[in-house]
């Protein structure tokens, strides 16, 4: 079936057309987690008990999985062995005497010979798979050791990548588990609740949760939204970052307020602010240089945050390369003054903020 997009692989699930491997990753840890489970359910049916095997990749006993692929269930027309975690760039944590490479290569051998009841599914909830866009195919490729164990189930199964879902795709999502709940929200405040929550879906599930229990059938409003949804920092510094690219003083200085910037936090707020404007700084030189948002995502691994690339290419048209090089200056400077004097860091950081919205 070779790497095939989520809905393929929910289309083929329905219309029972099965494979013996599955590889499952990608930035939205949510969307591995709910196919895996369509996978299992398809496999399976509610025989998980007797038919379903859960292994830890991270201590996978090689010679156990040869073992186990080999049972036949009477219980369920398949056996369905699940491995989550299993890292071909460090197989164990304790690798003394052992060579990554050769692990996998055993893995692969097993692999190779389990029989036609057995289905394997490979899923990543906990590290990082390494990918980079190609652009002659316009499709992501990994490009660390995994992609070996990657490549071996898109030849002999499934691959599937879950990349993470922008604000847009998010919003209908939202809707539908507001509808769900007897509830309703519009798609704009669908979509402004995904940004505040930097498109994580597991912090917009227990928003959701809040918003509904608060609307009690209502229409979920902004105002709603704004009174119950915690402002993350990072979509506050967000905001600080915007007031700046419009020189915007007064709402620089309200969201310096939130940031509730003092002697613990110093250090996160400076770097989170320090964060935001490199992200613009390198947006608008990506633009400049005729560079896509998935190349720029990529060459500057920000895996789940690919949202704030494609947030900062937008942004950073309203301000210049040298603007923008001033204000990552401006903040090197903050952060050498805060690290060598007792200075306080919220006079500090304000007073950068003035120099940054200087013309």
Do not use: W
């Not at 299993?86 to 050769?102: H, I, V």
């Not at 608060?214 to 704004?226: C, K, L, N, V």
Request: hydrophobic share 40%.
């Amino acid at each position: 079936m070779a790497k095939v997009e989520p809905r393929a692989l929910s289309a083929a699930l329905k219309n029972r057309e099965l494979s013996r491997i599955y590889y499952l990753f990608g930035a939205d840890v949510t969307g591995v987690e709910q196919m895996t489970r369509a996978v299992i359910k398809a496999t399976v049916g509610g025989s998980e008990e007797f038919a379903l095997t859960k292994l830890n990749g991270r201590r996978l006993d090689i010679a156990e999985l040869e073992d186990l692929s080999g049972q036949f269930n009477m219980m369920s027309e398949y056996n369905c062995i699940l491995i989550n975690d299993y890292n071909c760039e460090k197989p164990y944590d304790d690798m003394r005497g052992k060579s990554a490479d050769d692990v996998t290569k055993k893995l692969l051998e097993v692999l190779k010979n389990i029989p036609e009841q057995t289905v394997i599914i490979f899923n990543v909830t906990g590290f990082e798979v390494k990918v980079q866009r190609d652009f002659r195919t316009n499709v992501n490729v990994i490009k660390d050791k995994n992609k070996k164990l990657a490549d071996f189930a898109a030849k002999n199964g499934v691959l599937c990548e879950f990349p993470i879902k922008t604000s847009g795709e998010l919003a209908k999502t939202i809707a539908g588990k507001v509808s769900s709940r007897g509830g309703s929200i519009s798609l704009e405040n669908a979509r402004e609740l995904a940004e505040m929550c930097l498109c994580d879906e597991l912090v917009i599930g227990n928003e959701i949760e809040k918003l509904c229990a608060y609307a009690d059938g209502r229409e979920i409003t902004g105002d709603m939204i704004h009174l119950i949804v915690h402002q993350r920092n990072d979509t506050t510094v967000y905001n600080l970052a915007n007031a700046v690219a419009a020189l915007n003083a007064r709402a620089a200085f309200e969201a310096i307020d939130e940031l509730q910037v003092d002697g613990d936090n110093r250090g996160a707020v400076l770097y989170a602010i320090t964060a935001a404007f490199l992200d613009l700084y390198r947006a608008a030189c990506a633009r400049k240089a005729h560079v896509s948002v998935e190349q720029t995502a990529a060459d500057f691994d920000y895996g789940k945050r690919t949202f704030a690339v494609k947030n900062a290419f937008r942004d950073s048209s309203r301000m210049s390369i040298e603007r923008l090089r001033r204000c990552v200056v401006i903040l090197r400077d903050t952060n050498m003054m805060l690290n060598s004097s007792p200075a306080d860091p919220r006079v500090t950081i304000e007073q950068a903020v003035t120099k940054m919205l200087s013309r």
